[in-house]
Each structure stands twice: as C-alpha cells, then as structure tokens.
C-alpha cells in the first residue's frame, strides 16, 4: 500500500516563495502507470489541481497558475517537490500530494496534507 | 468558485440510503466518463470511493455506488453508516487543458 506524506515550513510570507515535498513509500516512484500530483483546499473552499509529474519528467500545470508553478522529482530519494512563488493569502491551503492512476483517471492515493499560511 | 455544483450538505437516519449529486458540463461531466468520488475526513488522507462513474476499487464497502445521466453524476451511499460521516468531493476529467475539476464538497450527516 503506498503511502504519501507532505513536509513543509507551515507559514510562508507573502510575495515569498512556497516549498514542499512528498515522500512516496511502500511503493516505487517510477512506475509508468502513475503520475503524481500537487492538489490543495483553500479554507472552505473546494479542492484545486496544481502540478502533475511524472517519474521521467512529463509534466502538466494548472493553467491558473501555470507562470508561478514548478513541479520536480528525485527518484532516488522517491520524493517529488512543489514549488510555488510570490505567494499571497490566496495560496493559504491545505496542501495534498496525491498519486493519479493513468488506468482510470482518478487520485488512488493521497496524503494527509499540509496546511500552509501566508501572512506577515 | 468550484467547477462542479455539489450540494453543501445531505443527511439521514443509519440504514437510509442519500444521494448527492454533482453537476458539470458537456466539457467536463458530460464529455467523458471518468468521473470519481472522495470521501475526506477531517485530519485524514482523502479516499477515493468511486472512479470510472461506477467502479468501486477494493476495500470500499459495496453500500456506495456511482451513476452518471448527462452532465450529472451521482454517489449513493445505501444503509448509512455512522462511519460514512464525511466531506464527499466530486471530480471529472475535463480535457488534455483543465484537466482535471472539482466539486466544492458535500458533508455527509448521520443523524
């Protein structure tokens, strides 16, 4: 069964940049049937895609918020990364990495998420 | 603003059955069956519940099915449970572009 866990700094300044990792275990970062995602929750509200990669490299962003986005991985370490800059209170959010399964379109694993705040 | 309609909350009785609903478009709902469902506790990992409109992956009880007419899909949950208690969110594929879209979350009340 494998497992994903978000770390992170929880409070980040605004017009600063945002950094997270996942760590994937109890199962391989680089299987080709997977994509792995950045999805995050602003308070109250829905649920909002971010970044997707995988283990090669492909990439996908969210085109709103495709120019401030970067996605990455280390297989080695079986991590992948988010980076999001010039942050506002807009980006305070419960952030989830998640694995996306190509065999069907949809998100069979997710971790627990990170709250992240922007604020001064 | 979410680009899937949900409604914010549904609620019944242990062993009743509820619905919740989740409506889109041709480009997202009704372009393209893949359609899942996520059933989030609070503190918890989301659980997806339903992928595919209908399919169930393993472990998930068979009280909860998909269905899917038009642009509106649905999940049911037969013989409530008090454990069913959760957010339930609602998400469609919507092209190589979007991507992907979410609904903004229905709480689920056992009473």
């Known amino acids: 069964q494998v497992q994903l866990q978000e770390s992170g700094p929880g409070l980040v300044k605004p017009s600063e940049s945002l950094s997270l990792t996942c760590t994937v275990s109890?199962?391989?970062?680089?299987?080709?049937?997977?994509?792995w995602v950045w999805i995050r929750q602003p308070p109250g509200k829905g649920l909002e895609w971010i970044a997707f990669?995988?283990?090669?490299?492909?990439?996908y962003y969210n085109p709103s918020l495709e120019s401030r986005v970067a996605i990455s991985v280390d297989t080695s370490k079986s991590q992948f990364f988010l980076n999001l800059s010039s942050v506002t209170a807009a980006d305070t959010a419960l952030y989830f990495c998640a694995r996306h399964n190509w065999d069907g379109d949809y998100f069979d694993s997710w971790g627990q998420g990170t709250l992240v705040t922007v604020a001064s | 603003q979410s680009a899937l309609t949900q409604p914010r909350s549904v609620s019944g009785s242990p062993g009743q059955s509820v619905t919740i609903s989740c409506t889109g478009t041709?480009?997202?709902?009704?372009?393209?069956?893949?359609v899942s469902w996520y059933q989030h506790r609070p503190g918890q990992a989301p659980k997806v519940m339903i992928h595919?409109?209908?399919k169930r992956p393993s472990g998930v009880p068979d009280r909860f099915s998909g269905s899917k007419s038009g642009s509106t899909a649905s999940l049911t949950i037969s013989g409530l449970q008090a454990e069913d208690e959760a957010d339930y969110y609602c998400c469609s594929y919507a092209g190589d572009h979007i991507r992907f879209v979410f609904g903004p979350g229905t709480t689920v009340t056992v009473l």
């Open positions: 041709s480009s997202d709902i009704g372009g393209y069956d893949y």
């Open positions: 990669i995988h283990y090669s490299g492909s990439t």
């Open positions: 595919d409109v209908n």
């Open positions: 109890g199962g391989p970062i680089t299987s080709n049937n997977y994509y």
